[in-house]
């Protein structure tokens, strides 16, 4: 699977290029990412199922093999795992605007990140 942070900071990393496979057409830019994004392969998997079930448990207990139950914690995970994305990126920021201020040094700011992403 392809990491989505930065091996230096830490950091989400941002998409820059796109390319096409058939004909090579590349493109370059800045394209904006979402948490989503960032859930994993299983947890977008699950969340699509989800939406196509109209955002029904019932519905979606109908047409899977997941119990109520299943599909309850399921739920619950990704929303406790989009809760901890979305709060370690504040985390991050903070750490980057203390950095942008003068506030703590580079070497601070560095250690700051490495520990909220429990390296």
Same mark, same amino acid.
């Given at each position: =699977?392809?990491?989505t942070? *930065? #091996?230096? *900071? $830490?950091l #989400? =990393?941002q /998409? !820059? !290029? =796109? $390319? *096409? /496979?058939a004909c090579?057409?590349k493109?370059?830019?800045?394209f904006s990412?979402?948490f989503?994004?960032r859930? /994993? #392969? +299983?947890d977008?998997?699950?969340?699509?199922?989800y939406?196509?079930?109209g955002?029904?448990i019932? /519905?979606l207990?109908? $047409?899977s093999?997941?119990?109520?139950?299943?599909?309850r914690?399921?739920? +619950?995970?990704?929303?406790?795992?989009? =809760?901890e994305? !979305?709060k370690m990126d504040a985390?991050?920021? !903070?750490v980057?605007e203390q950095?942008?201020k003068d506030?703590i040094?580079?070497t601070e700011?560095?250690?700051?990140l490495e520990?909220l992403s429990?390296?």
């Open positions: =699977m392809l990491s942070s *930065c #091996p230096s *900071c $830490s #989400p =990393m /998409t !820059a !290029a =796109m $390319s *096409c /496979t090579g057409v493109i370059e830019g800045n990412e979402t989503f994004n859930l /994993t #392969p +299983d977008q998997k699950f969340l699509e199922q939406l196509l079930a955002f029904s019932k /519905t207990e109908q $047409s093999s997941l119990g109520y139950a299943a599909i914690s399921r739920l +619950d995970r990704l929303i406790a795992n989009y =809760m994305l !979305a985390q991050k920021k !903070a980057l950095l942008r506030e040094s580079v700011a560095k250690e700051k520990k429990g390296e």
